[in-house]
T-cell receptor, first 115, second 113 residues
Framework: EPEVTQTPSHQVTQMGQEVILRCVPI?????FYWYRQILGQKVEFLVSFYNNEISEKSEIFDDQFSVERPDGSNFTLKIRSTKLEDSAMYFCASSDNPVGQETQYFGPGTRLLVL | AQSVTQPDIHITVSEGASLELRCNYSYGATPYLFWYVQSPGQGLQLLLK??????LVQGIKGFEAEFKRSQSSFNLRKPSVHWSDAAEYFCAVVPRGGNKLTFGTGTQLKVEL
């Protein structure tokens, strides 16, 4: 069964450093999402992406964050200058249709720790 | 305010016992409703979803959920729990016309052998 993959599984970085989290969505999907889960808290929506542009973003997704689909298979989340509060599990998801009833398929996540 | 609530943070059941995990939502119009499961080290896996029609929805791994409009609930059930069901379970919604998932806080299920 096709699946969403994410790399790395874990990343440790120093505050102020840039990080790039990578995702490979399911190959025929066109809609991509990033969510995050701070330890002990809810899974929160960050951003959705379609046709090489952001469809929707949450208030969490400020100027420090950016997303890109650099090569037709990867979907990346960049945090330009990490803060301690960016420590979280980051999940990528994809779907073949943006309509709410379509299933979003999630990757296993990248656990980011900012020191 | 729009919200989705899972009242139980932790639940422990014995293997073979029945299970019900609660989920309530507060939205003007009934949203699309989902249950996801997260096993340790794994991503979020969809168990089942409800959009319309029959209010009893069957999912994978023997799970089912019942939509009750009058109670704004979408509770997840399983008649007989297996040790491998130990995981965290998330109720999630997408408002009609939207496409971003809003998750509940999750319920951690522990299964005693």
């Amino acid at each position: 069964e096709p699946e969403v993959t994410q790399t790395p599984s874990h990343q440790v970085t120093q505050m102020g450093q840039e990080v790039i989290l990578r995702c490979v969505p399911i190959s025929n999907h066109l809609y991509f999402y990033w969510y995050r889960q701070i330890l002990g808290q809810k899974v929160e929506f960050l951003v959705s992406f379609y046709n090489n542009e952001i469809s929707e973003k949450s208030e969490i997704f400020d100027d420090q964050f950016s997303v890109e689909r650099p090569d037709g298979s990867n979907f990346t989340l960049k945090i330009r200058s990490t803060k301690l509060e960016d420590s979280a599990m980051y999940f990528c998801a994809s779907s073949d249709n943006p309509v709410g009833q379509e299933t979003q398929y999630f990757g296993p996540g990248t656990r980011l720790l900012v020191l | 305010a729009q919200s989705v609530t899972q009242p139980d943070i932790h639940i422990t059941v014995s293997e073979g016992a029945s299970l019900e995990l609660r989920c309530n939502y507060s939205y003007g119009a009934t949203p699309y409703l989902f249950w996801y499961v997260q096993s340790p080290g794994q991503g979020l896996q969809l168990l089942l979803k409800y959009f319309s029609g029959d209010t009893l929805v069957q999912g994978i791994k023997g799970f089912e959920a019942e939509f009750k409009r009058s109670q704004s609930s979408f509770n997840l059930r399983k008649p007989s729990v297996h040790w491998s069901d130990a995981a965290e379970y998330f109720c999630a919604v997408v408002p009609r016309g939207g496409n971003k998932l809003t998750f509940g806080t999750g319920t951690q299920l522990k299964v005693e052998l």
